[in-house]
Every structure is written in C-alpha cells, then in structure tokens.
C-alpha cells in the first residue's frame, strides 16, 4: 500500500460531509471528474473500496465506514487548530489534563483545580472521570498531566509514577434536616438503624467506614451503594439516607444540597492524592494546585 494522500482522504471526507460529488465539488471550486479521479486514486492506495452506488447516489462501504471515523477526527482536529492559532493572539492556550478519580468528590475535584487557572498562561482545562486504574494508564502513556484520587498509587500497579499527597480531612455524617430530626439520640449512637447511602467497593474510605461502624457496634441500614459520589448525594438530598463527606466541606455540601450535619468523625480521616509522572513537580497547574491544596484547602 503506498502513503496515505491527505488531499484525497480530504475530498472523501467532503464528499461524504456534503452528500455528493457535485456537492463537494462546489465547496471545493473543483470539477466533479477530478473529484472521482481523486476518489479512484484513495480507493486504490487503501487497496479497498470505500464507496459504492447505491440508486442514483453513493453510500459507504465498511471499509468507508471506518476511513470516515478516523477523516472525522483528523480534520475536525485540523479545524481546531486553525481556530487556536488564529483566535488566540495573547497566546495558546497549555492544555491542563487531569483524571478525577471516581470516588473523589466532585466539590474537592473543583477546589483543588480552580487555583490553577490563577496562572498568567492562558489554560484549557480537560477533566476526564473514571476508575483509578484506567487513569493511571492515560497518565503513564502521557495523555493525563495529572491524576487527583482518593488513595496512593496501588502497589501492583506497574505504572511509574508518584504520590503527592495534597491533605486530609475528617468526616461529617450528614442527612436532610428531616431524617436528622428523626434520628433520636447522641451522635454517634443515633446511627443505629439508620439508613445510610454507602460508597462503592472501590472507595479508599469505605473499609475505614465500615471499620469504625464495627468498633462502635453500630448497625445502619444500607440502602443503597454508589460508585458516584454526585449520585449518592442526588439520593442524600433526597432523604434516601445519611452519608459521610469531607469535614473541610460538609458547610458547602450542606448549602448546596439542603443538608444538616448529624455529627462529626474525628478519629476517621479521608486523604486526597495528586499522581504524576514527576517526582518533582514542574508543570505550572500541576504546581499551582498541589501549593493552593496544602497552603488552603488543607491547611
């Protein structure tokens, strides 16, 4: 197979996009023979049909199908190039990639990264959410600048990085004013039978939980489990259940979800953990982030 011709997957890519050859070749102020001509050529070097008749038009083969998926990206990115080199004249913005994971409470995930768009570079922030283990990946083959969990790097994980811990907070057990008032007692007596909206298996807090549940022969009422925190709090809003959060925000989640505090856990702690590649850090955000985390949020 000889090299892939830009300028022929291009005129594909426009023929596909504007529903015809003599579609396309009106955008391309190009005649509709040296459209075909160029179409006949991609055909040939892929050594597949991508086109076939269909009626009076044309529709995709499988083959066209795919080479589609991969034209889309590469001239959609083409695009978003062209629209950052020329509507950015105080400069272009450094990307800022950072995997949250899951079990990271959404408020702590914004309060830990809002102090790096203070940096005098423009930024674009990219966030993807997911499970630890699939973001140390994207972190260990550089398409994450950063990764903010909720436990250290796991030790069977073969991934070369390196733990920064940001801070740590107590918990408060928290619930709707009316499931509070319903649940008599000193705290944290008052948990006994009550419902209770757990975290997923996979949170670092969990067995530590469940632990101090056990200490204090405390039964609750599991209702229900999530591996989201935003859904456990849209179920926590609800009065579903009571559920613990960070110390350092319970008066945040509190305003924004109509939440009373039912009582505070000193003696459990929840840690937060930036992972990058660097053992000492230089990316600007990633600096800007792990200081403002230590220096305020935890401090």
């Avoid at 600048?145 to 907070?169: C, M, Q, T, W």
């Avoid at 909206?197 to 949170?203: E, I, N, S, T, V």
Wanted: hydrophobic share 45%; proline share 5%; glycine share 8%.
């Amino acid at each position: 197979m000889s090299g892939l011709n830009y300028k022929h997957l291009y005129y594909f890519w426009m023929v596909v996009k504007h529903g015809g050859v003599l579609r396309a070749g009106e955008q391309l102020h190009v005649t509709p023979q040296a459209i075909s001509g160029q179409l006949k050529l991609l055909e040939e070097a892929m050594g597949t049909a991508l086109l076939r008749k269909r009626g009076r038009g044309l529709e995709l083969t499988e083959s066209g199908r795919l080479a589609l998926s991969y034209a889309d990206e590469i001239f959609h990115l083409g695009e978003e190039l062209q629209d950052v080199l020329q509507n950015h004249p105080d400069g272009i913005p450094q990307q800022f990639r950072v995997g949250i994971g899951d079990m990271v409470p959404k408020t702590v995930a914004y309060h830990l990264l809002q102090p790096a768009f203070h940096s005098p570079q423009a930024l674009r922030l990219i966030c993807r959410e997911g499970q630890l283990i699939q973001l140390l990946g994207d972190l260990a083959t550089h398409q994450l600048d950063l990764v903010i969990a909720d436990r250290p790097l796991p030790p069977e994980s073969n991934v070369r990085a390196f733990n920064h811990l940001l801070g740590e907070s107590s918990l408060c057990i928290v619930g709707t004013p009316s499931l509070c008032a319903q649940l008599s007692g000193d705290f944290p007596h008052n948990l006994q039978q009550a419902p209770f909206l757990m975290p997923g298996a996979d949170a670092a807090i969990r067995p530590r939980l469940q632990g101090w549940l056990e200490r204090h022969r405390l039964r609750v009422r599991v209702v229900a489990e999530f591996d989201d925190g935003a859904l456990l709090k849209a179920f926590g809003k609800a009065g579903m259940g009571c559920f613990a959060v960070p110390t350092i925000l319970a008066d945040e989640i509190c305003h924004e979800y109509q939440l009373a505090i039912l009582g505070r856990i000193d003696e459990l702690t929840e840690q937060f953990y930036a992972i990058s590649v660097e053992r000492r850090l230089t990316h600007p955000a990633v600096l800007a982030v792990t200081q403002q985390a230590r220096a305020s949020l935890f401090a």
